[in-house]
């Protein structure tokens, strides 16, 4: 089970300073908050979909649906994300998206096709006139205006491990993400970093 508690404490315990910038719905961005209480540690990385997926719709294309199961591996794969993972034994992995990908077969879809094909055909005949006024409506006075957050937890047991330093490989793996704000704290300390490249996090 997780303990929400670390979490919350990681999130408040510099909340004067810095809880602004953890509360913020922004492109390009991401927060990852790590706590640790005795051999558990608590890692929570968090942002828009725009900045782990690079959109924030519900996939509209194979490519997009492709992205998302993509990004689903990769974050039910935390050793690619960071050396903690490689150090200590995964518990549990709890993963929030915004909107899921169905599985369609391309043989369903054909089927699909080849059934209306000439139905559709001749039902977009009749209309052409109306989808034509219909999709300059669309585009010209609707934008996509949806803000949609990507959330992972992972809980960790570290017995006997040493994880005040922490390999940060998630630009890497997340091409759109610019900047990552980063807040831990534990026995030792309590940190807090913006970084904008892979590299070592010392807490």
Partial sequence: MFKKGLIALALTASAGVHAENF???????????????????????????????GFEHQPKTEAQEQAVIKLVKLLNTPDKLTSLAQKCKLVDTRLELPFAVAEHSHDDHKGHDDHDEHDHDEHNKDHDHDEHDHDKHNHAGHKDTTHSDIRVSYQFDCKGQDVENIQINLFANLPHLEELRAEAVSERRIMVANMDKDGMLKW
Wanted: proline letters at 0%; aromatic letters at 0%.
């Fill in 23 to 53: 509360a913020a719905h922004e492109h390009g961005v991401a927060n990852l908050m790590l706590s640790q209480e005795g051999n558990e540690v608590m890692v929570e990385l968090d942002g828009a979909a725009d900045s782990l997926l």
